[in-house]
Nanobody, 127 residues
Framework: QVQLVESGGGLVQPGGSLRLSCAAS????????IHWFRQAPGKEREGISC????????YYSDSVKDRFAASRDNGKNTAYLQMSSLRPEDTATYFC????????????????????WGQGTQVTVSS
């Protein structure tokens, strides 16, 4: 069964850290770039990071640059988003999607460009 599953979200205090995972099954993640985006209630989707499949090049939005780090372990068929120095404005549902292209930046491409979608994981930053 082809699946992309995010996990690792939760409730964290401001300044805290979380690591999100994006696990693939039924297909090999190494042939895809992984795009992370988030969506807060009432707001549009915001592309925050992209990590290419080939050389692992990474891109970040200004809103998360220097706080978030994307990585991947193709052997485990899993991608990760390490989030540090979390702020209340980081509260959102976080999603990973696969892109059969090299990353060109953190901004989301048209929906039809993406091949697999996860169900999302909720991150809440609050004291």
């Amino acid at each position: 069964q082809v699946q992309l599953v995010e996990s690792g979200g939760g409730l964290v205090q401001p300044g805290g850290s979380l690591r999100l995972s994006c696990a693939a099954s039924g297909f090999s993640l190494e042939y895809y770039s992984i795009h992370w985006f988030r969506q807060a209630p009432g707001k549009e989707r915001e592309g925050i990071s992209c990590i290419s499949g080939s050389q692992g090049s990474t891109y970040y939005s200004d809103s998360v640059k220097d706080r978030f780090a994307a990585s991947r372990d193709n052997g485990k068929n899993t991608a990760y988003l390490q989030m540090s120095s979390l702020r209340p404005e980081d509260t959102a549902t976080y999603f990973c999607v696969t892109l059969p292209l090299a990353c060109s930046g953190p901004n989301l491409l048209p929906t039809y460009e993406y091949r697999h979608w996860g169900q999302g994981t909720q991150v809440t930053v609050s004291s």
